[in-house]
């Protein structure tokens, strides 16, 4: 996955954020630069910015989950442990010698004011409200911007990276504070490693357990034990709620990144009025379709249709007018027409329809249909027009040869707009050949 905290911020580029949108929320808050958006512009006004992290992409990618509908909190907790990990391993590890000093360092926003300046009103703050380092309690009161699952997680993880504990648990309550803060109070219960020899003597015990061993637990090691397993359940609880929702996550962004993949094909091969195939498509259909017949020895009908009078519909009823006038004729020659033809639209109002395994009287006698199918349809009652909408064709074919030596499709279409030209000099409504 792409990581938004090297990458910025790609405002207009929907897949590369659906795509990375879990590697964003658990990366988003390494020291990243860049913000945008309203929360950001918000929260870092009047505010040193540069000690701040990407609160504006961590929030936007937060309000684009709600679409998604999965439980963000396993995913948040996740991103919170990240965060404190990252911490630890860049060389902040030195500042803290166990679990009551990464506590202490909550105190009085001293951790929180190493990455966030400025006025506590606004950016925030936090304090350690109780400790009992010996019965193995404390409450944090944290009033930020931040969800209270990734606080959650951070302050999990860092308790237990500290080093000298075993098992981590945290209650947490929220309420609202101000428009973008709110106050969590965290309440959390640690338990101390037992001491250095009774560690290495669990640690052989549980080397020496398989699936099938009895094994009696010896009276100093029990308690230990428990606690370590109480541990291992949480964590597992914990990750498998992840797992899944992450997974729900990515299941969706993966569909939301192939719909848009579909629309940016269709944009790329479709006209945008009339959703027919547009010049580029059109040609590398026929291409296809004319080496195909080439092999095989078989005819391909080639028809070339242009909307008569097209700028009198434009002047007398409007652009719109002759828009539907456009689309309506499309609709016609795509309803009347086989799944295996090809209609695009070339330019203006002319449309090229290709026949595979169609010789020039089979190409002449679908030319004729379709003229008359748009006669009969003419512009909607609304315009009052006084003459129908009308169609003039010209018509091409290649020969029926196996083996036989084709031309490039340029020139059959050029022979089909010969045809078209004659058709428009005899009077429009007619086709040609």
Known sequence: M???????????????????????????????????????????????????????????LLDDLDRFEVDTGPILFHAGACFARDWFENGNNHLVNCASDFLRMQGNSVGYSMAHRGDREKIGWLDLAEFDESAGYAKLVCVTPYPSEFERGLFHCGTYLAGDVDYVHIDTTEEPCSTYLSKKTHTIRFHKKADEAVNANLEALLLRLTPVSAIAIPEELQEPMAWRLKALEERYEQDQRFNEQSGLLLSNAASQVCMLSDRLHRLAHRDHLTDVLNRRAALENTQNILALAARNGLSVGFIMVDVDHFKSINDIWGHEAGDEALCSVAAILGDNIRDSDVLGRMGGEEFLIVLPETDLDGALVVAEKLRMAVQEQGLPSKYKADRPLTISAGVSATGAAPGARFLDCQDYIRQADHALYRSKQNGRNRVST
């Open 2 to 60: 792409m990581n938004l905290a090297h990458a910025g911020v790609q405002e207009d580029s929907g897949i590369e954020v659906l795509g990375s949108m879990l590697a964003g929320l658990v990366q988003a808050l390494r020291n990243v630069h860049v913000l945008s958006g309203e929360h950001g512009a918000n929260l870092v006004k009047n505010i040193e910015s540069n000690a701040w992290y990407s609160m504006a992409i961590f929030f936007r």
